[in-house]
């Protein structure tokens, strides 16, 4: 549950609220998080009475309804933490909740926004499966017309929060294969359901703290009302409005982490002497740490941009998606240069700095691979000249085809 004087703070205050939490409590309990295998009770408590279960829903939903500028600002501020933590809510505030807010019935939002604002309903957005990654939509887990409603039957892997979400928001094709992601709808499926099974996998490379998991859907009934929005064939379009929604999240959750590791990274070489003198003192150090800064005010700078298009009404998703190709390419590149200026505490021992450098790899591939992004903008650059001249998201202000000539 929420704590009731969060719902009294301004911006300013909660954002700073934020910040103690991630020093005092998230930071300190990174270490307890690893050596238990998973994010401590304690902590996730703290995080729902803190509210960041609740970020991105509506306040007469029960949540805080903070906007995306301020949302990409809190998630800088929390990401500072393990960004395992976020993995545990990110798939409330971000890929679930805002589908379900933009594309469910009133039923499905007054249901389910409250008690997932609150942090006491978990949700997992069941998309991917083994024979349909980066091509999302090409899916083919099955739903099925029967007597009383639908039979699903299919798998899903790599499924962050499955194992332990009370619901699962579940992709299925309704239509026929031809139909590519028309025939997509998107069903919301309690976890407990009969026939459905989930399973961890046996190791994690990163995120090793929030495991994904896989889900087998054996002749699992639902009626209509199960139906995202009740609308079939329209799943595809909900899946949408979470992912640019999480893209977002995620190129914030790389400017968090990059700050992270150059800030201990930068600490490690004030104090660690070597030629006589604080390895910060070095010029080729010092370029490589001006490098990182800068690479890590871009990406703020795109994010945060990206953020106030979103604000403006319309999802500028060319720009999103092309913040959150380039923050997670940042990210690797921070990670790896902080790891070569730790040197063998980069590698040996329990440095915070090679945890991240594992965990950020992943924010590569999820939501969007990086050289699936590099295609699809390339493919978006083009359309968008042939059709007008300009660029997707453009800023410029006309555009026509007059303008192209
Ligand atoms: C930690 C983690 C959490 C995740 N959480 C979720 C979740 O909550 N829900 C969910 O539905 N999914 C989730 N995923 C799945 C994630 O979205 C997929 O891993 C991603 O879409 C890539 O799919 P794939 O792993 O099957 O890789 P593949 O599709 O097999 O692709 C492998 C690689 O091939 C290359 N490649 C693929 N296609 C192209 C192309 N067209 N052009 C150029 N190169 C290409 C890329 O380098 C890509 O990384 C998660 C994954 C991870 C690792």
Redesign the pocket.
């Given at each position: 549950m929420i704590d009731p004087e969060v719902f009294a703070l301004d911006f300013d205050e909660y954002l700073a609220r934020v910040a103690v939490l991630t020093d005092e409590i998230l930071i300190p309990a990174e270490e307890e998080m690893v050596a238990a295998g998973a994010v401590p009770e304690h902590v996730l408590r703290a995080l729902a009475r803190h509210g960041l279960f609740g970020v991105s829903i509506p306040r007469r939903l029960g949540g805080l309804e903070w906007n995306m500028t301020q949302q990409v600002a809190l998630t800088m501020e929390f990401t500072r933490a393990s960004c395992v933590y976020r993995?545990r809510f990110s798939?409330v505030i971000g890929?679930c909740s805002q589908a379900i807010l933009d594309h469910g019935t009133d039923a499905q939002r007054e249901g389910l926004l409250p008690k997932m604002a609150a942090g006491e309903h978990i949700t997992?957005?069941?998309?991917?499966e083994p024979e349909?990654?980066?091509?999302?939509a090409s899916l083919t887990t099955t739903a099925r017309r029967v007597d009383d409603g639908w039979r699903i039957d299919g798998s899903?892997r790599?499924?962050?929060?499955?194992h332990w979400a009370d619901e699962l928001v579940v992709f299925a094709r309704t239509g026929e294969a031809s139909e590519g992601a028309a025939g997509v709808t998107a069903f919301l499926v309690p976890r407990g359901a009969e026939g459905v099974t989930t399973r961890l996998p046996s190791r994690?490379n990163?995120?090793a703290e929030a495991p994904?998991a896989e889900i087998e859907l054996v002749d699992v009934r639902v009626d209509d009302s199960a139906i995202l929005g009740g609308q079939v064939g329209k799943g595809f379009a909900a899946a949408l409005r979470g992912i640019n929604h999480a893209r977002l999240h995620v190129a914030a959750t790389c400017v968090g982490q990059s700050t992270r590791m150059l800030e201990e990274t930068a600490r490690h070489l004030s104090e660690r002497r070597q030629f006589g003198a604080p390895l910060a003192d070095l010029g080729a150090v010092q370029a490589d740490l001006g490098r990182c800064f800068a690479d890590l005010e871009a990406a703020r700078a795109l994010t945060v941009e990206a953020a106030r298009a979103f604000d403006t009404g319309t999802v500028p998703r060319h720009r999103i998606a092309a913040a959150k190709l380039f923050a997670s390419e940042m990210a690797g590149r921070v990670a790896d240069r902080c790891v070569q200026l730790l040197g063998g505490e980069g590698i040996v021992g329990d440095h915070p700095v090679p945890r991240m450098w594992r965990d950020v790899r992943?924010l590569r591939?999820?939501?969007?691979?990086?050289?699936?992004h590099?295609?699809n903008l390339g493919r978006a650059v083009t359309r968008q000249v042939r059709l007008d001249g300009t660029l997707p998201d453009t800023y410029r202000v006309t555009r026509g085809p007059a303008d192209a000539a």
């Open positions: 993995s798939t890929l997992a957005f069941a998309l991917t349909a990654g980066s091509d999302a899903k790599y499924i962050t929060n499955a994690m990163g995120h994904v992943a591939i999820y939501e969007g691979s990086s050289p699936v590099e295609r």
